[in-house]
């Protein structure tokens, strides 16, 4: 399995910017899927954006329009652009991968992300 390793997180006032980071230890071309999830304390984790092969990405309801997902093949990197974030973008960020449809998943550590004024 690929391990993966987020970085970018941190705080942020609110409408501010972040863009995080997933560095993968191997070749991402191949993969089936690449996301981001997050969990907030107290609720589960949830889908924020995930690119399957080069299809056009989903985006959960909550951030579409505000966070962009893109990869870069040549980095083995996939990235998570924030933008207009809002206090109840506050969670832990998890990177996932999914070499096949039916496959078991990688997940990173996860990075914190805050927005408070």
């Known amino acids: 399995q690929v391990q993966l390793v987020e970085s970018g997180g941190g705080w942020v006032q609110p409408g501010g910017s972040l863009r995080l980071s997933c560095a993968a230890s191997?070749?991402?071309?191949?993969?089936?899927?690449m996301g981001w999830y997050r969990q907030a304390p107290g609720k589960q984790r949830e889908l924020v954006a995930r690119i399957i092969r080069d299809a056009k990405p989903d985006y959960s309801d909550s951030v579409k329009g505000r966070f962009t997902i893109s990869k870069d093949n040549a980095k083995n990197t996939v990235y998570l652009q924030m933008d207009s974030l809002k206090p109840e973008d506050t969670a832990v960020y998890y990177c996932?991968?999914?070499?096949?449809?039916?496959?078991?998943?990688?997940w990173g550590r996860g990075t914190q992300v805050t927005v408070s004024s």
């Open positions: 996932n991968s999914l070499p096949g449809p039916f496959a078991l998943a990688s």
């Open positions: 191997g070749s991402i071309f191949s993969i089936y899927a």
